[in-house]
């Protein structure tokens, strides 16, 4: 071999994943004892107005929740008022309103009240005269104070409790801040400046680069530009005032839209961000955006918008209505109204741009000679992934101008050694499925053939001469397939006739599903055994532009009642394309379909086996010995019921699930895993959101405070923190090897002291949080003047895991710019303190963008390039034993993330919690 040849073959070697000594945590604390005065204006909610508000909503018949539902009072001030610098959501505790200035017209406020409380609070008193109780009320009594927006309590588990105003005020004001002064941000342009972001909830403010920018990538067109987001947030067990700064990419429509999907059951909404260049109040030139969500019907050419009722009703009296353009002229050509190539007369119009989201699709047209118009169809050209090159250069950016607020960067944490996920095991040995494949095109049987025999190991070994076509398969399980060819059945469903009243809707709707469902069980009876269904059917855009309701939903909810569970596959019907530059649409191993239609195939099967059990053996954390349970209770949605159940799976195997007790099913046991679907679409186990009595009941039950067993109970903050179920679990009151019961007021306990774990032998607490707001990200860095040390082992003597999932052949070209001798993505888990840990998972494969590809870059065309967002979960290790060593134990929760048979890619939450989200589309 020749130099040249030896030198070409060591450039091709892939450099190993560098180790890094310490993690960077892209955020800052408040110095102690630093104070940040603010003078600002506040103003309370009216008593009179408030005794009477809470007597209308205790009267009516379909108020969810004890509470006001204020959230829609926020949401409405914060579209009409832009002065307002933050809502209060009690509205009988302190000031309701936050301003640095009083409002020069409050017409704005009492409009919004009185929609507010017709629509939301009161509508079944439609006698009684709510515009002149609310003019009664107003105007309101504004008082001026000073504020230290740094200062902050301790709980008494250590926790800071900045009061209310910190967390609504803190973010708005370094925004606000920072446009005022005009400093500049990574990514800014040289005529570009900073533009302040609408107010959303938590306390979180934006502060957007301006203007937007133009992108044209292979036929799409779109605006974007960064946004920085500022928001308060504490960790548990830790005293200091946390800001956390992150950036993101914010998209704008370009183009005529074309489809915008529905979230739930309601109608399509978009968001429409109006543009102020002098701000909201005439003495204060802070240019800003204030957020307008409009309401969509219709697909492409026929599709309309309207301001949202609160808006629309509201419009014609505002002060301030000019702010407000024809969201039509929004719609029909979205670059014109962001004020992209306007004359100076044009100019004097206001700018609004659509807010992307994400299942947005735009129109092109194109216009030919001697033929009608033609259009297509794209997506936006700019992927909102950002990469760590972007985070931390965002972080180095922050930290002059926020020392001069008193604010430090949270230092450096070491690495620690990381456990190695378990080797997995079918709890199911030699487990016999039962699948059929309903479909019409002949390749989506080829490529669910290609599936099991290429990628998932299975061995076809053969074709019974029956009616309809049987096929065996056997490899890790057996597998009986049968072809089914379901014709109709799956088509849309007919949509009600346009301008209908809602009740008329859904009677049309509800008359529709049940003959299908009628015919369904015609031509497929319920099964003496259980049956995984692959059902081919069109994609949601297809059946919205037919003018169709998407089967899918109507599926879900009757399959399972014929002894059926449903796994939706798109026909495989595109042909391959060997030249393609995208490696998904070449063809696979040289047959006639794509690659990426053999993977969604694969992916298929593995979810079916998963929903019909085959799950894998549950590993034991290191300090247990013999048989071990993991548990759960998961809190679904159902409108105006909750649907709770808890979720068992243990070392012998055994997966469970059992319902709440309802009437109609007084006497609920665990049933296997596979079961619960059919339960759930049944309407079993629901309860009324206000019992939380009952709630209560049922999750100290999922405890077992009466066993002895080895167990550890996975509890999701995001359903069980709430304050009138298990307030245990909220950061300030958490005390860790204390345990206060769910429903026992953390305020006035009903014991002195709190259960310890000589009184729970056996019992594991494990609080789980996914709020990725609430959680520093993490990434590895090698701090300048260090070198690089050796691999370390584990307790058990075994090596570490790979912790950087970053592999790349030459150094970093960018590397120069940050302050670290070698930085990049980290995956494992992170001590915040002696509870509290930071869990991040590796990089998808999928994701193999290089790391000094930097969105900030000159290079705009990175902004197409899709990268990975490596969002944080938090692990408190709550409640243990005296045996047990809290970083193992969040090192095994962590590695439940990758305890799946159904992907390889690891999961957002934890084993059973992922299981138990799963579940929740079998409950309509």
Known sequence: MTEADSTAADSDKRKPPPRYDHIITPGFVARRGATLPVTVHTAKFPPSLLARLERAWNSNPKARSPYLPTYALRELIEQVEPAVLSVEGRLGDGPWLHAMRTPQNELPLQLALEFWITTHVAPHQDDVDWPTIVKRALPLEWAQAEVDLLAHGNAANGTATPPSSTFSLLATYIAGRWVEEKLSLPGHTVEGFSVLGQLTDRGERSVYSWPPRELDDDGAYGLWTHRTALRVVSMPHDSRLILRAVPHIARFGGTQPAYIPRRGDTPATATVLLYLAKGALRDVER????????????????????????????????????????????????????????????????????????????????????????FSTHGHPAESGLQPIDHLTLFENLKEPLAKLNFDPLPALDKTPQRRAPRLTPAREDAHYHFELWHCAPKTYQAVHLALTKLLNYQH?????????????????????????????????????????????????????????????????????????????????????????????????????LNRHVQCLHPVTAAPKPDAKKAGLKPFEGSDIRCEDVQRAASSVKDLLRSLGHLPRLPAPRSVKGRFELATVHVAQAGSWIVPFVLRMDTDGNTTAQLVAAPGHPHETPIPIEHLPRALASGRGRMRRRDRAQLNDFITQALAVDSHTERLFLARAQTLRNKDVWSWLQNPHITPDSLRLPGEDCAHPNRADGRRPEDLPGLRIIRVNEESYEIPLAFGANLNDEAEVPATATADGSPDVAISEEAYSEPASGAAELPYEEWGRYSGVVPWNDHAFLAINPRPDTHQLPKTVSKYSADEQNATRHGANPTSLEIHVSFKQPHDYAPDLAAYVNNLRRCHLHTDTATRMPLLLHLAKLMEEYIN
């Open 461 to 561: 070994l053969g074709e019974r001469s029956t009616e309809p076509d049987v096929h065996d398969y056997a490899g890790p399980t057996k597998i009986t397939l049968v072809l089914r060819n379901p014709g109709t059945l799956v088509s849309g469903l007919p949509k009600p006739p346009p301008h209908t009243e809602p009740e008329a809707r859904k009677a049309h709707r509800r008359q529709e599903r049940a003959q299908r469902a009628e015919a369904l069980g015609n031509e497929f009876p319920e099964a003496d055994h259980m049956i995984g269904c692959l059902v081919e059917i069109d994609k949601p855009v297809n059946f919205a532009m037919a003018g169709e309701d998407d089967p899918k939903r109507f599926l879900k909810d009757t399959l399972p009642k």
């Open 287 to 374: 240019p800003m955006l204030l957020r307008a969500p409009v309401t969509v019907s219709g697909k492409k050419q026929d599709m309309r918008w309207q301001w949202q009722p609160g808006i629309a009703r509201i419009l014609p009296s505002l002060p301030a209505s000019n702010r407000y353009p024809n969201p039509e002229d929004i719609r029909t050509d979205p670059r014109r109204a962001a004020g992209v190539n306007r004359s100076a007369e044009e100019d004097k119009e206001p700018t609004a741009l659509l807010l992307h989201a994400t299942g947005y699709t735009y129109l092109t047209r194109t216009d030919l000679t001697d033929a009608q118009p033609e």
